[in-house]
């Protein structure tokens, strides 16, 4: 009797319409109460600190062991090359469909004299003067830091400081380096060992993130209030133009990555959706795309059934390296600058544009909050325009804008390592080959 109660608990907490009363219950709570989202806010926190715990465990086991593999039978070539096809063309499609979508509805194009002084306003409380940098010269711009310098510290000194620190790319960086140097090793008694040591690492942490979702509901009651509840009204009206088109574009690139991921899946659109929908929730309540990297790598592989071999180096890359959201919103914002500025993208600068969107998101691996937005300069000095009288602006919409910027990244990272894993109808474990167990 307590057995079918709990397996009823388990199934129920589970469930669309837990989820569905959960966000629900988050939003009036975040709306209408800011006291008590105070009070349920260490309810997300918690659950979002857990998820994090898990992240560099599963990131360090998998890629090693899946490099490691990869390279000891000789696959590495054949994936090597749909990575260096399929990162690039989502990488450009991405800031294509941003910036064509931006020229057609350009949302700092025709503002009126009361929206202006209200971005004024907003920006003054700032201590930056909105008025006069749009109807004065633009101030020198400071070129930021080199291609040689981004190279270099993506090499970590010292691992434990990278992993401590949270520096995804060094991290990175570390796995892959030493999984190409354990696969070239001859195979054996050697090696063994301690591939099965990182598979039993990974399988324990997979094994948590299976518990953790249970918590979901009450994770996504916690993070939705708090978010929710800092809100400013004011500032979403008068920005309202720029947040509708980034909202519109991030649902365009959502739209065409479901829609790809279902027919190489071989699954119906709500089947899809379904299978993922843990990394979704996930991305839009966390705003963390490395938090979501557990469950996406779960999604596809025991969810949509795609090689786990392949898609334990795919997913972690593709989350890492093609910011998506990012890449979209660099675009979009850019033209939003331009045209607060009164100054014209020529054919010229629109591929500069395209470019330094690409270069701009893919420069926001592992930063968060304000930093994240700065890498915005990226784009905007080559084209001669300023962040510093923009930046509150973009500041004081973030909050809203950065769950769907993450949703973008995680929905499109699990569909560009679609095209590049293989995909399997077979029940599978997390390494095949090596009997472990299923995590479903």
Not at 35 to 42: K, T, V, Y
Not at 179 to 200: D, I, K, N, R
Not at 414 to 431: A, K, M, P, R, Y
Request: glycine share 8%; with cysteine.
């Amino acid at each position: 009797m307590k057995f079918s109660a709990a397996n009823k608990f388990k199934e129920f907490i589970g469930s669309p319409q837990a989820i569905l009363g959960s966000v629900v219950l988050g939003a009036i709570i975040g709306t209408q109460s800011p006291q008590l989202s105070s009070f349920i806010a260490p309810l997300g926190n918690i659950y979002l600190t857990l998820f994090k715990m898990c992240v560099f465990p599963i990131l360090i086991s998998g890629i090693i062991v899946s490099v490691a593999r990869l390279i000891s039978t000789n696959d590495s070539t054949y994936y090597v090359k749909k990575i260096l096809l399929y990162f690039p063309i989502f990488l450009l499609s991405t800031s294509l469909i941003a910036v064509l979508v931006g020229l057609i509805f350009n949302p700092g194009k025709g503002l009126d004299g009361n929206t202006l002084q209200a971005l004024g306003v907003l920006v003054n409380q700032s201590a930056v003067d909105l008025e006069v940098n749009l109807s004065g010269e633009l101030a020198p711009i400071e070129s930021g830091p080199g291609l040689s310098s981004f190279l270099v510290n993506i090499i970590p000194s010292n691992i434990i400081y990278a992993v401590g620190n949270g520096d995804t790319l060094q991290v990175l960086f570390f796995c892959i380096a030493s999984g190409v140097a354990l696969g070239v090793l001859p195979q054996g008694q050697a090696t063994e060992p301690l591939m099965l040591a990182l598979e039993s690492i990974y399988s324990a942490f997979q094994t948590l993130i299976t518990w953790l979702k249970y918590l979901l509901p009450f994770g996504l009651l916690g993070l939705l209030a708090e978010q929710l509840s800092v809100i400013n009204m004011s500032t979403i009206s008068v920005m309202s133009n720029f947040l509708i088109v980034s909202v519109l574009t991030f649902g365009i690139m959502f739209i065409i990555s479901i829609i790809l991921l279902s027919i190489r899946s071989k699954h119906t659109i709500k089947d899809t959706l379904f299978k993922i929908k843990e990394p979704l929730l996930l991305a839009f309540t966390t705003q963390s795309s490395l938090a979501c990297l557990p469950s996406a790598i779960d999604s596809l592989t025991n969810g949509l059934r795609f090689e786990s071999k392949s898609t334990n180096l795919v997913l972690p890359l593709a989350i890492t390296l093609c910011r998506f959201g990012p890449i979209a919103y660099f675009a979009i914002a850019t033209i939003f600058v331009s045209s607060l500025y009164q100054s014209p993208l020529g054919f010229g600068d629109i591929l500069i544009l395209i470019v330094g969107s690409i270069f701009a998101g893919m420069a926001t691996s592992g930063l968060s909050g304000v930093l994240t937005l700065t890498m915005l300069s990226i784009v905007l000095s080559p084209l001669g325009l300023p962040l510093d009288a923009v930046l509150v602006l973009l500041i004081a919409i973030d909050p809203l804008i950065n769950p769907f910027r993450t949703l973008t990244i995680v929905g499109t990272s699990i569909t560009v390592s679609s095209f590049i894993s293989d995909h399997t109808t077979n029940e599978q474990g997390l390494f095949e080959g090596n009997n472990p167990v299923p995590l479903s």
